[in-house]
Every structure is written in C-alpha cells, then in structure tokens.
C-alpha cells in the first residue's frame, strides 16, 4: 500500500529565508507524487507534481521538490519565504493510473517578519 | 462560479439525525471526489464518481455514508444517524479526465465543516 509521512507538524522561518517541508514516501510501484497547499478558509491547491519525467519539479510561487528513489523522499523547497507562504502543506501519493490521492497528515509553515 | 462549490460551508447538528451535503463540480468535469479531514489530519479519501456512477466506495466508513451523482454533475453526501465522530470537513473534488489521480489537477471546494452534538 502507498502511504506518505510528512516528518514535521509544524516548521516556522523567518521571512527571507529558505524553508525546507520534508516528506518520504512508501509505494510498492512506481508513484505519482504531489504537494498541496491549504491557507486558512481556502480550498487546497496543487503547488507541484512528479509523474516519473525530470526528477527536479518547479512548481507554482517558487516551490520545488526533487524526487529522491534511494531515498524514498520528497521534499519540498523555497529558496526565500514570503508572509503569504503561511499555510498547511500536504505531501500526496498515488499508484499509476489510481484513482484516489493519500494525504500525508500536513506540516503547518509560520513565517515570522 | 469558476470553481467547486459546497453547500453549507457549516453544519451543526444533532446525535442522530439524519446530514446531506451538496457539491457542485466545475462544469464539464467528469470525475468528482469526496474526501473527509478530520482535525489535525490530512484529507482522506471516501468516494469517487466517474460521471453518475461510484467507481470507487471503498473510503466510505460504513452503511451510514451514502452518496449519488445522478445526471453526472451535481453530488450529494448524505450521512444516516450522525454520530459525534463524524464531525470533520468534508471536501468534494473534481477533475477533467479518466486518471485524475495520475496527472493530480484536483480541484477543491471550501468544504462543509459538519460538527455533530
């Protein structure tokens, strides 16, 4: 079975500098993984996807993850946090050709001024 | 509007009564999700519809969970006997196409935060 676990509940950076979600992945086959993004009172939205192209994926606002196979991870990046990055990030999975999405449990990212 | 649509944002209710809520897809999309997420967790998934039909129930708790989709657009989730472990957020998707799980562009509405009494 595939499963996701997202290795922080809450992380907190200083406006300005780099943030760093963790997440590491659990799959039998070869996964389709994703991060969304949820701010308060706001429906989730895709930041970025990897499904098996370039290992390195950019997404939306200057986020990118790099899948790691030996590593079985998935972390997301931002070189420079903004105020407005503050929200719960959710690490997904799914199998190939699946039709539902896994959810890891959600790292809440403060930014401080 | 543009996007997924839920209806009520917020429902209260009581111990046993009966719950339904309402999703409006993003038309012409085909594929419709349910998910639920309770406090402190990430979404997790209960039902999807492939146009009218459930091509996949096996995220529904147990035979207190019903949903329909009958002309393929709107859903309705409706809930039998609430219980007070009910209470959570439930999230309705939609996407365009046959694998959305694949390519991952789900679309989320706002939710219906159900809180049970």
């Known amino acids: 079975a595939q499963s996701v676990t997202q290795l922080d509940s809450h992380v907190s950076v200083s406006e300005g500098t780099p943030v760093l979600l963790r997440c590491n992945y659990s799959?039998?086959?070869?996964?389709?993984l994703f991060w969304y993004v949820q701010h308060p009172n706001k429906g989730l939205q895709l930041l970025l996807k990897?499904?098996?192209?370039?290992?390195l994926v950019k997404g939306i606002n200057g986020f990118e993850a790099e899948f790691k196979k030996s590593e079985t991870s998935f972390h997301l990046t931002k070189p420079s946090a903004h105020m407005s990055d503050a929200a719960e990030y959710f690490c997904?999975?799914?199998?190939?050709?699946?039709?539902?999405?896994?959810f890891g449990t959600g790292t809440r990212l403060q930014v401080f001024p | 509007g543009a996007g997924v649509s839920q209806t009520p944002s917020n429902k209260v209710t009581e111990k046993g009564k009966y719950v339904e809520l309402r999703c409006d897809p993003i038309?012409?999309?085909?594929?419709l999700y349910w998910y639920r997420q309770s406090l402190g967790q990430g979404p997790e998934f209960l039902i999807y519809?492939?146009?009218?039909?459930?091509?996949?129930d096996s995220g529904l708790p147990n035979d207190r969970f019903f949903a329909v989709r009958p002309e393929g657009s709107v859903s309705t989730l409706k809930i039998q006997r609430t219980e007070r472990g009910d209470s959570a957020v439930y999230l309705c998707?939609?996407?365009?196409?046959?694998?959305?799980?694949?390519?991952?562009?789900?679309?989320f509405g706002e939710g219906s935060r159900l809180t049970v009494l």
């Open positions: 997904v999975v799914s199998l190939r050709a699946a039709d539902k999405l896994i």
């Open positions: 519809f492939q146009g009218t039909g459930a091509a996949d």
């Open positions: 998707a939609s996407s365009l196409g046959d694998l959305p799980a694949d390519t991952g562009e789900l679309f």
């Open positions: 799959s039998s086959y070869s996964p389709s």
């Open positions: 990897y499904t098996s192209a370039a290992t």
């Open positions: 038309s012409g999309h085909t594929a």
